[in-house]
């Protein structure tokens, strides 16, 4: 089965723009968390969605924020972009949401740069 | 969060057996042990994990020691593309993984 899609892979925004990053997960899973990787903090957790609603939360700024369809497909939106918010970001599906015993599922990801 | 240490790097030759190390001392009874690996300006690849048993599939073996205080993933025969960052993760609330900074294992032919 087809794995998790992100669109776009790569990106390039102006400071003080925002982005809107797109996430499908694999088919059946209904968690999707999202992360944000950079050189400089390594992987960090963003936001999680079941069900629509938001599960659980990072220590990001409000400018980061996300949404899940009820499809379980999933966006991230970054406003009033930053020098620092260039990073790969990455979305990961689940079957579940709380549920133990269970793997995650990454895309490849959405290289932003942020000029 | 059970908080997970690992070295820095690690090197294997091709066709050997690599044996990357975790210590995870605060892990909770009920918390899972899982690992992922990140090949170069990919997303992380789900490797394994366990609860107190050892496990087995087809990309690895987790061995958990009986205190729960560390375990070892082993990659029975290295390849090259087996070169990547490995991800030592105790597992957190919901579906959220708390990455450290992993191992990266360096595969020489």
């Known amino acids: 089965k087809a794995g998790v899609t992100q669109t776009p892979r790569y990106l390039i925004k102006t400071r003080g723009q925002q982005v809107t990053l797109s996430c499908s997960p694999i088919?059946?899973?209904?968690?999707v968390s999202w992360y944000q990787q950079t050189p400089g903090q390594g992987l960090q957790f963003l936001f999680e969605?079941?069900?629509?609603?938001q599960r659980n939360k990072g220590n990001f700024p409000g400018r980061f924020s996300g949404r899940q369809f009820s499809n379980s497909r999933s966006e991230m939106n970054v406003s009033t972009l930053e020098l620092g918010d260039s990073a790969l970001y990455l979305c990961?599906?689940?079957w579940g949401w709380g549920a133990t015993n269970t793997e995650a599922f990454f895309g490849q990801g959405t290289r932003l740069t942020v000029v | 969060d059970a908080k997970t240490t690992q070295p820095p790097s690690m090197d294997c030759a091709e066709g050997r057996a690599a044996n990357l190390p975790c210590n995870h001392s605060?892990?909770?009874?009920?918390?899972?042990v899982y690992w992922y690996r990140q090949i170069h300006s990919q997303g992380p690849q789900y490797i394994i994990h366990?609860?107190?048993n050892n496990e087995t599939n087809e990309m690895a073996s987790l061995i958990i020691t009986e205190d729960r205080k560390s375990s070892t993933l082993i990659l029975p025969h290295a390849t090259l593309r087996d070169t990547a960052v490995y991800y030592c993760?105790?597992?957190?609330?919901?579906?959220?993984?708390?990455f450290g900074e992993g191992t990266q294992l360096t595969v020489n032919p």
């Open positions: 990961a599906s689940s």
């Open positions: 605060t892990i909770s009874g009920n918390e899972y």
């Open positions: 366990g609860l107190k």
């Open positions: 993760i105790g597992e957190t609330s919901g579906s959220r993984l708390t």
């Open positions: 088919s059946g899973h209904r968690s």
């Open positions: 969605y079941f069900s629509e609603t």
